[in-house]
């Protein structure tokens, strides 16, 4: 299953390896790329001083990037803009996050260790069987994992600025060789200024964009847009007894009346569920799938009281330019979601951290500047790393979400075994492993048979109907 | 579970009440009682047939009538508003769910379909087929009491094959055999060249295996719109990964 997505990849960057041939490029660019030699060598030394990297944004991306950048020796800054800020979010992260990040098991409030997938005829189907005892997905509140993630950029050495960041001004020449700084300019919020803010400017030499889906500095870059969807959730406090079949367990709603591209959930949270759709082509009903989600979760969430309404955009797709001069994207501002799940603060936060290393190994520590390639070396790794995952996400979303009978030969497909654990076996680590080619082949037959099946039953329906 | 709409071949009516207020369900059964005399009839009489299009169809028919005769009293209740708060939401909108006598359980109960000392393959077919379109036109709460858990791969394969490929591959098959027929005369008359010779040259088996796969593929005009889109849908993502490598390429050319 891996493998014609992997060779897609390497097909990819074949093209641009031989543009680098074939097109007249400065010496020393090609240099880079045919003996590989270590990035910021013929940089200046930064004198007198660390590499000022400023990170705008404080959510699980700047977090990330900021604390690795801090860890490495680099002057950081940090620049969020509202320190409790409760992101709307579904607000699971896979179990290789606690791994990788170190986080304390007392961030995440549930264990969610079943889902249920139910289609648009209510066909329900637990997975989670192949699950071993210590494999689950954990849900958090945002509001806790980017503070704790923020506090430990702080002890790591980052300066975490509460501010909001207005505009940045682009040095004239910030192509290599070149070292003049990036001015930020943002409103700074302290117990002098109170409430107002008052303007203030920061000069940096590198800038990294962790500011979200709506991001300024992507702005300011010129980055590009993407299409979005938005999501629309609901949280939900409800009895206590019915708060019992939610306790390690989550619900996907697939459907057209629950949204035409994307499924309609029910998410555990600490004492409440979010009951929650999103969309990106139909934004203008989003109310109307919302009520259809409640609606076929009604039984389940009977007797409870919606004591919070959100909603928030979220990247389809990364913008068409993700680096700029000595500015680069991590995390939503980039637009690093994953289709199908619609999966970002992984990502997020893996991305800050690979973003920053980059620039920690390009600057040997801050003592030099970098440039715009040793920030592609951050792009480069990412797309390699995780371009798999995302392009079989893509795939699964394009085939399974189309339409009502493919949603149900979804489900369906979802009591396999098999299916479930190649699953949570990618979300939970994270790889795309290419299953037994036996299993993989009996999974491509059942899953035609069922499309084939589902497409039938959906051509006898029109017959029926009118 | 709520009331059955229709029945085959039982003459009772269904009486189970369904869980909502007293009011509602006295209403529902008066319609029930008005309409089923005329259209159980006419059920009664098509099942006997062995036309299991004709049977749904009618049978369809009289849901339909039901449905929306039960509706009617509802649409005053629901029209209160969904103001969207899930405290209200015990019934606010009223609309009858489905159900089906040989609907247990979450599946259907395969005992029900038989005929002749075997599975009715075709029957379950159709009453899959309606449930799932009466869910599709009034999507109902999923309920942890009630489980659904009907798996489509029970039908056998063959009953699919029978019900829904072979029409289809007798009309491909009768398609390629016009057009071979076709086109094997109209070569012959242009090049003089025989049938048994036109199998023979490299060019003609092109031909053939052009025209085998375009039957396959097209068979309405839309189709070929579709095959265009399906073939940029593929590469779409790719190229809006790659963007980003785009403007390194053409940033390095200045």
Redesign the interface.
């Known amino acids: 299953m891996a493998s014609p997505a992997l060779k ?1 990849f390497v097909g ?1 960057r074949h093209t ?1 390896v031989e ?1 680098h041939h074939t ?1 007249p ?2 010496t020393k ?1 090609t240099t880079h790329k045919r003996f590989v030699v270590k990035a910021g060598k013929f940089s200046p030394k930064v004198t007198g001083r660390n590499l000022r990297v400023a990170v705008v944004g404080g959510g699980p991306a700047g977090g990330a990037a900021a604390e690795t950048l801090a860890k490495g020796g680099i002057e950081t800054i940090l620049i969020e803009r509202k320190m409790d800020n409760c992101k709307p979010c579904g607000g699971a992260i896979p179990l290789c996050m606690v791994g990788e990040f170190d986080l304390p098991l007392d961030i995440i409030d549930r264990r969610v260790t079943k889902m249920k997938m ?1 289609s ?6 637990d997975i989670g069987q192949t699950l071993k005892p210590h494999e689950y997905i954990g849900m958090v509140r945002r509001e806790v994992l980017d503070a704790y993630l923020r506090d430990r950029a702080a002890a790591a050495g980052a300066t975490v600025i509460n501010g909001l960041f207005l505009k940045m001004d682009v040095p004239k020449s910030a192509g290599p060789g070149s070292d003049s700084p990036y001015v930020l300019h943002y409103t700074g919020y302290d117990t002098k200024t109170g409430g107002a803010g008052e303007r203030r400017t920061v000069e940096v030499d590198v800038v990294i964009g962790a500011d979200g889906a709506n991001s300024r500095v992507a702005k300011s870059i010129g980055a ?1 847009d ?1 299409e979005y969807a938005i999501a629309f959730q609901e949280r ?1 406090k409800i009895p206590s007894d019915k708060m019992e ?1 939610y306790e390690n367990l989550a619900e996907m ?1 697939v ?4 949204s035409p591209d994307f499924y309609g959930w029910v998410f555990p949270k600490s004492d409440h569920v979010a009951v929650g759709t999103g969309t990106v082509t139909h934004k203008g009903d989003i ?1 109307k799938f ?3 989600t ?13 004591i919070r309404v959100e909603a928030h955009p979220i990247p389809e ?7 700029s001069g000595r500015v680069a994207l991590v995390g939503d501002a980039a637009g690093y979601v994953t ?1 199908c799940s619609g999966e970002g603060i992984y990502f997020a936060a893996k991305s800050g951290r690979m973003c920053a290393e980059a620039i920690v190994e390009g600057s040997e520590n801050g003592k030099r500047m970098v440039e ?1 390639g040793d920030l ?1 070396k951050y ?1 480069e790794k990412w ?1 390699k790393t995780y ?1 798999p995952t ?2 079989v996400l ?1 795939v699964l979303q ?1 085939v399974f979400y189309r339409s ?1 009978p493919a949603r ?1 030969a979804f489900v ?1 497909m979802c ?1 396999d075994e098999y299916v479930q654990k190649m699953t949570f076996d990618s979300y939970l680590y994270k790889r795309v492993v290419p299953g037994n080619p036996l299993d993989d082949l009996k999974l491509a037959v ?1 899953t035609i ?2 499309l ?3 497409n ?6 029109e ?3 009118v | 579970m709520s009331m059955a709409l229709f029945s085959s071949p039982p003459t009772h009516h269904p009486t189970s009440p369904p869980s909502l207020s007293p009011k509602t369900h006295l209403t529902r059964k008066t319609f029930l009682y008005l309409k089923p005399t005329k259209s159980h009839f006419l059920v009664s009489i098509k099942a006997t047939d062995n036309g299991s299009g004709a049977t749904v169809a009618s049978v369809a028919a009289t849901v339909e009538e039901e449905k929306k005769a039960s509706e009617a009293p509802d649409a005053a209740g629901s029209s209160l508003g969904p103001n969207g708060s899930p405290a209200a939401a015990p019934a606010v909108k009223e609309v009858a769910q489905f159900g089906d006598p040989r609907w247990v359980g979450g599946t259907w109960d395969l005992n029900q379909f038989r005929k002749d000392g075997k599975t009715d393959w075709d029957a379950v077919i159709d009453a899959e087929v309606r449930r799932r379109k009466w869910l599709e036109d009034d999507p109902e709460s999923s309920s942890n009491e009630n489980p659904v858990f009907f798996d489509t791969s029970i039908i056998p394969w063959w009953a699919w094959i029978k019900r829904f490929h072979l029409p289809e591959a007798e009309r491909l098959n009768g398609r390629a055999a016009m057009i071979g027929f076709f086109m094997a005369y109209l070569v012959d008359s242009l090049t003089g060249v025989g049938l048994v010779d036109q199998m023979g040259n490299f060019f003609c088996k092109t031909l053939l295996f052009v025209s085998v796969v375009g039957v396959l593929l097209i068979r309405k005009n839309e189709d070929i719109e579709t095959l265009k889109k399906l073939v940029e849908e593929t590469t779409f993502y790719d190229k809006q990964w790659q963007a980003t490598w785009q403007d390194e390429n053409s940033s390095k050319k200045d």
């Open positions: 897609t990819l641009t543009n097109k490029i400065s660019l139910i648009p005829s209510n066909v329900a189907v590009g993407y939900i079949y709603y459907g057209d009346d629950v109310k919302q009520f259809a409640r609606h076929r979760a009604r039984d389940k969430i009977l007797g409870g009281k919606i797709h990364p913008r068409p330019k993700r680096l289709k715009e592609r792009l797309d371009w995302y392009k893509d394009k009502n149900e369906e009591a059942n048979g069922s084939v099946r589902a039938a039953l959906r051509r006898e329906m017959k029926i109907s």
